[in-house]
């Protein structure tokens, strides 16, 4: 148990609908990132926050994304009007003071 | 800016034999190396981490891995592979700022009985 926890596990929406994702890491996790993976690919870096300031956005962050952590604790990722190309699991990780991120097992969005 | 290639995409192995999986890297700046597993509908694990001192990493699972900072590789090795050990390998990189992960495309590792 990373200590990571990401709801919903699966989601199905149609396309153009919008959707939004929950992470709950631990109160450690002073740091918190979002991951997107597609298919056969690695992940890749969306956006970070520590505490509650997002520090860095990747430019696959789209306008149509929007990622908030407005406590410092739970972080969520929101997407307006979903395209196909959402579709891909998304990774939310956590990490303290040392060097390591701990994932949740990520929620899987398939857009139809 | 840094990147991560993962040689090899997919690697069958027969149960109890060796297996290397191969990563290079590129970076600017000194890194952190990691290697994570990922299961079917899973999350990243950690499999282990170089951040600096010795070369030679030991992870869970009788995974290790050896950094070479003149080939620029972090190579992860296993002596005796098991079923169980069939899953996704990640080879990743980050600095010392942020700790964000530059992740390869992953490498298969099917072992079979």
């Known amino acids: 148990d990373t200590g990571v926890s990401q709801d919903p596990r699966h989601k199905i929406t149609k396309r153009g609908q919008n959707v939004t994702f929950r992470c709950d890491p631990i109160?450690?996790?002073?740091?918190l990132y979002w991951y997107r993976q597609t298919l056969g690919q690695g992940p890749e870096f969306l956006t970070y926050?520590?505490?509650?300031?997002?520090?860095?956005k990747s430019r696959l962050l789209s306008d149509r994304f929007s990622a908030e952590r407005p406590k410092g604790s739970f972080s969520t990722l929101e997407i307006q009007r979903t395209e196909q190309g959402d579709s891909a699991m998304y990774l939310c990780?956590?990490?303290?003071?040392?060097?390591?991120?701990?994932f949740g097992q990520g929620t899987r969005l398939t857009v139809v | 800016a840094q990147s991560v290639t993962q040689l090899d995409s997919q690697v069958p192995v027969f149960e109890e034999a060796p297996v290397e999986l191969r990563c290079n890297y590129s970076?600017?700046?000194?890194?952190?190396l990691f290697w994570y597993v990922q299961y079917p509908n899973q999350g990243l694990q950690l499999l282990l981490k170089?951040?600096?001192?010795?070369?030679l990493v030991k992870g869970i699972n009788g995974f290790e891995a050896e950094f070479n900072k003149s080939q620029t590789s972090f190579h992860l090795r296993k002596p005796s592979v098991h079923i169980s050990d069939t899953a996704e390998y990640f080879c990743?990189?980050?600095?010392?700022?942020?700790?964000?992960?530059?992740f390869g495309a992953g490498t298969t590792v099917t072992v079979r009985a």
């Open positions: 990780a956590g990490g303290g003071e040392g060097t390591e991120a701990f």
């Open positions: 109160s450690e996790h002073n740091r």
């Open positions: 926050f520590q505490n509650e300031a997002q520090l860095e």
């Open positions: 970076s600017s700046v000194s890194v952190y």
């Open positions: 170089y951040l600096s001192g010795s070369t």
């Open positions: 990743a990189v980050s600095s010392s700022n942020d700790y964000k992960l530059s």
